[in-house]
């Protein structure tokens, strides 16, 4: 078992309070933002950040806080990971940019290269690199489009897919994503997820797909349809692990009725969920896949790659955007890549996995307010109800988290009732901090019953 983490940037690692959170300085330059920037873009806490390395985030005031969220799934290898930076500092003293679709650079293609040769099934690959998460779904409904000489998208309950126009309406959840937003894209349908705890835990994965694609069939026609679209795992809607043989019949169904599937691996890919991407826990083969968030260490870089053919449709000049595949992103995401490979991230990804999950299934044995333990690898959440029922309890779920944030823990909320508690540590993360934050959870738990 791993006890010592590699990658700690020179952070000290350990939980440290050296002021109430948030401290003095964190407090003056939130009235600053408050002042500055504009009131919709929120913060999870009110704590600015001054260094970060393996599992600690160092704020302003110089409180040591243990990281349950890695910047929302991104800091996989943790911060500042030695190899990312090393590559960034070279690249950056090289060039900065001179823009992909103008005077092109290795690094793009030596990323376009790695994710064909790593990304699930061994067909022939092309990738396109773009910004975001949200950039990167875009383009995968436009690859899936021309690709395929249809409009209609398919996506499902509880799906977030970003912020964009087009990913809005994607999105399932209204508040905070969409509300008042719209009109949004046309051509989107949404259709019933495999989510075991309020399906009854026994659900079967294929009779689910079923349910959904009856759907899919009735609502929109295969003849129409363009994209299924899906998270392996969802990532804002709750962390939806959905049951067995759900995804692989929607494999099997679209590739039947010449349907794109896309899975949208921006949260589970790179080791995230103990498997390089989540589509491999079952062997499923989409024929696009996109990626983003873990794929560069930190540096805004994602991804659509997929089947030559599909990727290929598209004309000549219709995929690209200015900073698509940036020379420091690129420089980023070979070095995270190198990094999961070298210090095998997936493997730890899986012990951590059995680590949470055996302190959250003791916690549950004692709290029936803890309704579901769920999650791979290093991406587990607790779903809290009423004691006994699946009646959502996000009361309970935002103190905890605001008293896990006081207490020097970072943890994130989701979930489309706002009742689920997620973990994302960095998988440069040891033992003892996740032992500490958990504690600091138990504790937490006992203190509100
Ligand atoms: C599954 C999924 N898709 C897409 C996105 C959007 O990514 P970005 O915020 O980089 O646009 C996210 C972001 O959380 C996500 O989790």
């Known amino acids: 078992m791993t006890t010592q983490p590699p990658s700690t940037a020179g952070v000290t690692q350990h939980r440290a309070l050296v002021t109430d959170l948030p401290g003095p300085r964190s407090r003056a330059l939130m009235e600053r933002k408050t002042a500055a920037v504009a009131a919709g873009v929120g913060t999870t806490m009110p704590v600015f950040a001054a260094r970060a390395g393996g599992g600690v985030v160092v704020d302003v005031d110089g409180n040591h806080l243990i990281d349950l969220g890695s910047g929302i799934a991104v800091t996989t290898v943790g911060n500042s990971a030695p190899r990312v ?35 699930p099934g061994d067909h022939a690959k092309r990738t396109a690199l773009f910004n975001s998460g949200a950039e990167a779904v875009e383009n995968a409904v436009k690859i899936a489009r021309v690709a395929t000489g249809k409009d209609a998208v398919v996506v499902f309950d509880h799906a977030y897919h970003g912020r964009t126009n087009l990913t809005m309406a994607m999105t399932a959840k209204n508040m905070p994503y969409k509300h008042g937003f719209g009109p949004f894209a046309p051509e989107v349908y949404r259709a019933p997820l495999s989510y075991p705890f309020r399906d009854g835990k026994e659900v079967d994965g294929q009779a689910a797909a079923a349910r959904a694609l009856d759907v899919v069939e009735k609502q929109v026609g295969a003849e129409n349809l363009a994209a299924v679209v ?46 390089l991407f989540a589509c491999d826990h079952e062997g499923v083969v989409p024929d696009l896949i996109v990626t983003a968030k873990g794929i560069a260490g930190g540096l805004p870089l994602s991804a659509v790659t997929g089947r030559a053919e599909l990727m290929d449709a598209v004309h000549a000049g219709g995929l690209g955007g200015t900073y698509g595949g940036n020379p420091l992103a690129c420089a980023a995401a070979l070095a995270a890549i190198e990094t999961i490979e070298a210090e095998d991230l997936v493997g730890r990804a899986r012990e951590v996995e059995r680590l949470m999950k055996d302190r959250l299934h003791r916690l549950q044995a004692d709290d029936a307010r803890i309704g579901d ?15 006994g029922t699946t009646t959502p309890d996000p009361v309970l779920t935002r103190e ?31 033992d003892d901090l996740l032992h500490e934050a958990l504690d600091v959870l138990a504790d937490l738990l006992a203190g509100t019953r």
Do not use: K, S
């Open 85 to 119: 930076v090393e590559a960034v500092q070279q690249q950056v003293a090289a060039f900065t940019h001179t823009c992909f679709m103008v005077t092109p650079y290795d690094g793009y293609v030596a990323v376009a290269e790695a994710l064909n040769r790593l990304t």
């Open 230 to 275: 899906i998270e392996p795992i969802q990532g804002e809607g709750g962390f939806i692990e959905p049951a067995t043989g759900f995804l692989p019949a929607l494999a099997a169904w679209c590739r039947a009725n010449d349907v794109v599937l896309v899975a949208d691996e921006v949260q589970t890919g790179f080791a995230r969920t103990g498997d």
């Open 373 to 387: 333990v769920r999650g791979r690898g290093a991406m587990i959440a607790v779903e809290l109800v009423e004691p």
């Open 400 to 430: 905890l988290a605001a008293a896990a944030h006081r207490a020097g823990v970072i943890v994130l909320t989701c979930g489309t009732y706002g009742n689920v508690l997620r973990f994302l540590p960095p998988l440069a993360i040891g």
